[in-house]
């Protein structure tokens, strides 16, 4: 039987931002990939804020990943390409927990980039 999270279906955006920065190869890239179909957004981190957290069913693999931030960022470019900030993808238990959206300067975002301004690097 498949546990099936509550909250609500990733808005076409977050889907995309999420492929995005899962289409990079590293260890436990393939089970988050597995998660996605099935992953809901549970809460904003603030009234205005793009960033979410996730639940993940239980009923998919778990990532062999250590709890924290994957080894995928996502560099976010302004239209000019200006560096704006980043996205990071948090896990917990082996499974999506968080999709993060740190800005850099004084104008938070209230939405999340359009992942054609975001170049995906693995870091170590």
Known sequence: ?????????????????????????????????????????????????????????????AAPIKDGVIP??????DSSGELFGELLVWVSGGRLSALEFSWYGDTAPTELPDPEFVTVAVSG
Do not use: Y
């Not at 808005?11 to 992953?39: I, N, W, Y």
């Not at 995928?72 to 470019?77: D, I, L, N, P, R």
């Open 1 to 61: 039987m498949t546990d099936h999270p509550h909250g609500r279906a990733l808005s076409s955006r977050e889907q995309a931002v999420l492929d995005k920065l899962l289409s990079a190869e590293f260890t436990g890239a393939h089970e988050l990939r597995s998660q996605l179909p099935e992953v809901r957004a549970t809460g904003n981190w603030g009234e205005e804020s793009p960033s979410i957290d996730l639940e993940a069913s239980t009923g998919t693999p």
């Open 72 to 77: 995928s960022c996502g560099t976010v470019t």
